[in-house]
């Protein structure tokens, strides 16, 4: 098991991301597309060649004085290799990224019903806002499809 910060060398292992959580495929161009995206930042594990856990953040500038923020967008671990440390890894490789960085702040939303998450996240000093504990989101061009 290894854990890498995806790159264009390594761009096949973003399609395999997309394969293995999103069921679709995606072109070099889409892949490359992504990963020059000057906001984002994108770390998996990967298994003989196959993603079986990611994180990607989205880098965030402010309008004041203050540093760049981030907002971790998605955080998946493939059921059976869930409880073995691979998170909280990746979530590290994250935390550090931001703190190398000198970002101002790291946000992350999830929902209220995912206790093993919350937990995570709580034992790495994650800060649980008390007055923003739900997400409303408004699909403009369509709900995303499986």
């Not at 060398?9 to 394969?19: A, C, D, Y």
């Not at 994180?55 to 059921?79: C, S």
């Not at 059976?80 to 939303?109: D, F, P, S, T, W």
Request: proline share 4%; charged share 25%.
């Amino acid at each position: 098991m290894e854990f890498v910060k995806v790159t264009e060398q390594n761009s096949e292992i973003l399609k395999s991301i997309v394969h293995e959580f999103r069921h679709q495929s995606i072109s070099d161009e889409k892949a490359l597309s992504f990963i020059h995206h000057p906001s984002i930042v994108c770390f998996a594990c990967v298994e003989q060649d196959t993603a079986i856990g990611y994180t990607y953040a989205y880098r965030l500038p402010r309008m004041d004085n203050g540093n760049d923020i981030m907002q971790i967008y998605h955080l998946f671990v493939k059921e059976e290799y869930r409880r073995k440390g691979i998170a909280r890894k990746l979530m590290n490789l994250m935390l550090n990224y931001a703190e190398e960085e000198k970002l101002h702040y790291v946000l992350l939303l999830t929902g209220t019903d995912f206790i093993p998450a919350r937990r995570l996240y709580e034992s790495l000093g994650g800060y649980n806002h008390p007055d923003f504990k739900e997400t409303y989101y408004w699909y403009i061009t369509g709900k995303p499809q499986p």
